[in-house]
């Protein structure tokens, strides 16, 4: 099965999809056991470090993220310098990934009490480059939250130096009426219809 074959291949570069996902360094996503990868299609380029797979992509390492596609492609280029004779990019370091066609990300990250959160972001694709460090969803983005969601026109940014989040077009961001409980501007009678 495909699954089988590209787990070793893709170890570096899944190891960088989930620091990605945590912020560098994190030590949740150095210690997972298990990387799932499965696709219909894949080409591997193994001597320039370009990944290509299509066709009901799905990657996942349980209980820290799951991307699935129509298309993925990375670009993990070799350290030439090292002269090593391996077909596995030495180092790991994500250069580039883009996911397309019916993209949908979910990131679980350590809440309060023990408890997890769960980001989902959604559009038609998702481009990363690790020189910026920037996260870039477009085609009808949209990222859910536990607290509300937060729906773009052209794209939603994520910069993963600074965490946060900015839009290119317009954008509406729906909250949770609860999340502001603690507010009586917000926590007053209406004379509103009630809604059916």
């Given amino acids: 099965m495909i699954r089988r074959v590209l787990a070793p291949l893709f170890g570096p570069f899944l190891a960088s999809v989930l620091a990605l996902s945590l912020g560098s360094g994190s030590a949740q996503a150095q210690q997972q056991d298990k990387i799932l990868l499965s696709a219909t299609n894949c080409v591997l380029e193994l001597e320039k470090g370009v990944y290509h797979l299509w066709d009901h992509v799905r990657v996942e390492s349980p209980g820290v993220l799951l991307i699935t596609c129509d298309d993925l492609r990375a670009s993990l280029p070799q350290d030439k310098a090292s002269g090593a004779a391996s077909p596995l990019p030495t180092g790991g370091k994500l250069q580039s990934l883009i996911a397309s066609g019916g993209v949908a990300i979910e990131l679980y990250q350590p809440g309060?009490?023990?408890?997890?959160?769960?980001?989902?972001?959604?559009?038609?694709q998702a481009e990363y480059g690790s020189q910026e460090e920037i996260l870039i969803l477009t085609g009808e983005p949209?990222?859910?939250?536990?607290?509300?969601s937060m729906i773009g026109t052209e794209a939603l940014i994520y910069d993963l130096k600074s965490r946060t989040m900015r839009n290119r077009g317009s954008y509406r961001i729906e909250l949770r009426s609860d999340i502001l409980k603690g507010?009586?501007?917000?926590?007053?009678g209406t004379n509103a219809p009630k809604s059916r």
Wanted: aromatic share 8%; charged share 20%; no cysteine.
């Fill in 112 to 124: 309060a009490n023990g408890s997890t959160n769960v980001v989902r972001a959604f559009g038609k």
């Fill in 183 to 188: 507010s009586t501007l917000f926590n007053r």
């Fill in 142 to 148: 949209r990222i859910e939250t536990a607290s509300g």
